[in-house]
């Protein structure tokens, strides 16, 4: 038996197992639940019916005082718009929330005539920033509060916007709410004003469970996008927490510090709460009603009655977030294989930064990897060849101990050892390339630079199929004619197997994104160059 291509079969086959599994996975129907059927959910745990009483997760201290139920919209309350050169908000009376926000410079994932929305009030998710004081008659995220303006803008020249709210206490003290808006950044000011000094200010994310994006759910091996808050500080780094874990208030993560922060991930986009440095805060995460959660950190109130953060909400652009948090950019979702996705997506932003594309770039980083793995390849290549050349003794051997399996593979290996070739050596390349290529299938979905990313002519979007799929069919012929280099196998069976490989991954490319088929044809066509002319030579040096 030709054990190097019985091993080369298995290497493929487990290749389309995973390709197949991961474009069953893109194909599923997109999760999202019309607002007719999430504001009664919410209503139920806003109080408007009797909502049951509800457990939290890291409440041993003061975040079992925070209100556990949503704030909605409710007839008589009102909301200004902001709009800035990032966003367009909708900042509601009831609680001073943010209750949706979109991002002018993301399209939508479905329609791209309009901007992408983040914050959102039931029109597909509920999700809100929500921010109150913990205390008897303290405003919160329920309280109705007194906007000093209605709808503003950021101005030609203007640098910042502030929007100011106003609310009374229980015992008549004015009390203020503050969100500022800068040029050119993602990061939103939050502050309190006139608080008690010893009191405390809780600032929080509610969530419904849904991913945002149907691309979330489609990745590689049954390993989804993470979808769900998470918890950083500089002892116990980077926690990420299942929605499903807060339901059965089994959820782990740091509850107290006096560093890090807190933040609500999801498909190419990130929330968090970013705290002061030196400040002693608390995390806690809860569930408040049906498919419904809030998690957020409690600060104490200044001295001055002051409490304030800043809240990131825009997109996991690695290069910035390392920036603006320590581990903020862990966010990002490599999957397992992050060792090798994180390098490979640092080579494709300097590749980018030089062609200012992100195709060429992919092209760029193709030709790298290719120059890397030379040696490695040319060394397959050449056992290759020299299988190529000893196919006809092969085939001669079959027909000799067709009948006499065990004599067969003796005479076979024999062959080998007498002329020097390894079996299994052109196994190697495609080995090489297995990780490699899951590594860019999460770089490409899990990285918002890929989104809506052109390359030129009609790839409007790397991190998607080919519209029209040219790319797939190109693919296709450049593995085919691989597949002609290679020696062909003594057994009829295999041979037609390793022929029809090209159609089966063919149609298994079709779905996969553009950014993912462009490596993948540039890396065959090179590698056709190459065992093209280690072939030509070692046949040629039979030949004299």
């Excluded at 943010?98 to 399209?107: A, K, N, S, W, Y």
């Excluded at 862990?330 to 932003?349: E, H, K, M, Q, R």
Aim: hydrophobic share 45%.
């Amino acid at each position: 038996m030709d054990n190097r291509r019985l091993i080369l079969l298995l290497v493929f086959s487990f290749s389309l197992i995973m390709l197949w599994d991961a474009w069953q996975r893109q194909s599923l129907p997109k999760s999202a639940a019309p607002a007719a059927t999430a504001v009664p959910s919410v209503a139920a745990s806003a109080g408007i019916v009797p909502a049951p009483t509800l457990p939290v997760t890291g409440g041993n201290g003061v975040s079992a005082a925070v209100p556990a139920t949503a704030s909605i919209a409710v007839p008589g309350v009102a909301s200004v718009k902001i709009k800035t050169d990032l966003y367009v908000a909708d900042i509601s009376s009831q609680g001073g929330d943010i209750t949706r926000l979109e991002l002018v410079r993301h399209p939508d994932t479905e329609d791209k005539s309009k901007h992408f929305v983040l914050f959102d009030n039931g029109e597909k998710h509920i999700y809100q920033a929500q921010s109150g004081l913990i205390g008897e008659g303290l405003p919160n995220h329920k309280t109705l509060w007194n906007f000093a303006s209605g709808d503003q803008a950021l101005k030609d020249g203007e640098q910042q916007l502030e929007v100011r709210l106003e609310a009374s206490a229980a015992n008549g003290v004015k009390l203020a709410k503050t969100f500022v808006f800068h040029r050119g950044s993602y990061q939103i000011d939050v502050r309190h004003e006139g608080a008690t000094p010893g009191s405390h200010a809780y600032y929080q994310f509610t969530r419904d469970g849904k991913p945002a994006e149907g691309q979330g759910s489609s990745m590689m091996m049954g390993v989804t996008t993470f979808t769900g808050p998470a918890v950083f500080t500089e002892v116990d780094k980077y926690q990420k927490v299942e929605f499903a874990d807060i339901l059965k208030t089994k959820a782990k993560f740091a509850q107290k510090a006096d560093n890090g922060w807190l933040a609500m991930v999801q498909h190419y986009f990130v929330t968090a709460w970013l705290p002061p440095a030196g400040t002693a805060r608390e995390f806690y995460m809860r569930k408040i009603g049906e498919d419904l959660y809030s998690t957020g950190v409690i600060l104490p109130v200044a001295a001055d009655g002051k409490s304030s953060v800043s809240l990131y909400a825009g997109p996991q652009e690695q290069d910035k977030l390392e920036k603006i948090a320590p581990g903020l950019d862990l966010v990002v979702d490599y999957g397992w294989l992050t060792v090798i996705a994180a390098p490979l997506f640092w080579v494709l932003g300097a590749i980018h930064k030089l062609v200012g594309n992100w195709g060429w770039a992919i092209i760029g980083l193709t030709l790298l990897l290719k120059l890397a793995f030379f040696p490695l390849s040319a060394a397959s290549y050449k056992s290759m060849a020299k299988m190529r050349v000893l196919t006809p003794k092969l085939v001669k051997l079959k027909e000799a101990y067709g009948d006499d399996k065990q004599r067969l593979n003796q005479e076979m290996m024999a062959l080998y050892k007498k002329e020097k070739v390894n079996p299994l050596g052109g196994c190697l390349p495609v080995l090489v390339q297995i990780p490699v290529f899951i590594a860019l299938y999460w770089v490409l979905l899990g990285t918002v630079e890929m989104r809506n990313a052109p390359w030129l002519g009609w790839i409007t979007d790397l991190s998607v199929k080919d519209p029209f799929y040219v790319l797939p069919l190109i693919m296709g012929a450049t593995m085919f004619i691989q597949t002609k280099l290679n020696p062909t196998p003594p057994d009829p069976i295999q041979a037609k197997v390793m022929l029809f490989m090209p159609i089966m991954f063919t149609g298994m490319f079709l779905f996969f994104p553009a950014g993912l088929v462009l490596y993948w044809t540039v890396n065959n066509m090179l590698s056709i160059a190459q065992q093209w002319q280690i072939t030509r030579l070692v046949e040629a040096g039979e030949k004299k």
